[in-house]
DNA sequence: CTTATAGTTGACTAACTAGTAAACAATTGC
DNA sequence: GCAATTGTTTACTAGTTAGTCAACTATAAG
């Protein structure tokens, strides 16, 4: 009962579009009410601040946009192409990206954390803590590899980090020379961390 | 002749200081010229803008500071040895910053990079030319790898950006989770990343 | 000592930004 | 229809921020 609304997400919406597109400091709450059509009394209705809206925002864009395309991509048989399934998500989701507002965007999660961790810490735990649900898609992937013999034994915590590391690190590397093929790399890049044999896909994979 | 001062400098060091703890973003010229004690009118005789600052100071940084030590540690004969030794440079680095601001900071270039390459060119273009520069130390240690054959034949420029990524990627988290220890996982990921034979230091090095 | 030059200062403006409050509008259950 | 509730709006304040300017000060060369 009482008046109904989407301004909510509305709001939660256009903070992730701006502050992905631009920074999270750049961004000022005016200008998430005006891309989200919605006055700033409005916006104090629903948050108490622009940290307050991060959280939430970042917690949907995972939740709900994100999160359902891991699923997907992580409940293939065949671990390894898991992985390379994933790398080619990113890759096709930064062109998409580029196609759309002109620039390679990178990874929100990244730029936002590494640019507010020290400042905003409830911003922090939001990313680590999307982070450590990414983290729990790799580690079985790696687990259900060894366990079928696609690549050798290995330190599973590592080479967990070492993925996540070369993909923030080839997505950062995009965004600054806003340049998305550089990712086209990631495939080979965790072949050789993962120590798969040579011809993983004649071998193992298909 | 004219009076003289390091205000200039003072201001410099005190924009990469604070950017760096904090964000490009989040620091205001008022911030900057309080911590190096210089009123406003003499930011405004010395740089046009926040931006223009930053451009001068990263270019400080890398040129007066970082520089020298990639000078040293990647002068070393035995190239893998220039890349743990980089390594061990980026541990000690972080373990320092941490006990100075109670925070592992992670790399400036990419952070500021990261956070404003889509609105000031300016600042994008500094940080993807002082990532060349890092660049090209490390494309010689690899081609020197090669070459003295202790490391396998492989595509250079692809290696060359692993090994950017892998260091940036584990950079950013270090900052993001507070904590620099794992970027100890850093030489194991680099050797496995350059096929390197299973126990490198006793065979190659030393 | 003089003077041109280089640098400093504090007070100022205009614009922006976060945050508030009180009146208003829509929706649903009764 | 009429409450009770939920959401909306406008106009407002107070504080911050970037940027300017004219008067002032120190320095070194001649």
Redesign the interface.
Known sequence: MGRTSDARERLMAAAVDLIW??????VTIDDICLRADVRKGSFYYFFESKAVLAVFALDRLWGEVLKPHYQEIFAHPLPLVRITGYFDFLYSKQIELKQKYG?T??CPF??V???????EESI?DK??SI?DAKRSYFKSAIEDAVAMKHIPQCNLA?KT??L???????L??A????NPE?LL?LP??AF??L?VSSHPYAEVLV
């Open positions: 597109e631009e920074s999270y400091g750049a620039k965007l990178g990244c730029s954390g590494s640019e507010i961790c020290t400042q922090r990313v680590q982070g590592e980090d070492s996540i590391a070369i993909a923030d690190g080839l950062t590397q965004r600054i020379i806003n550089i790399r080979s890049m050789d961390l120590r």
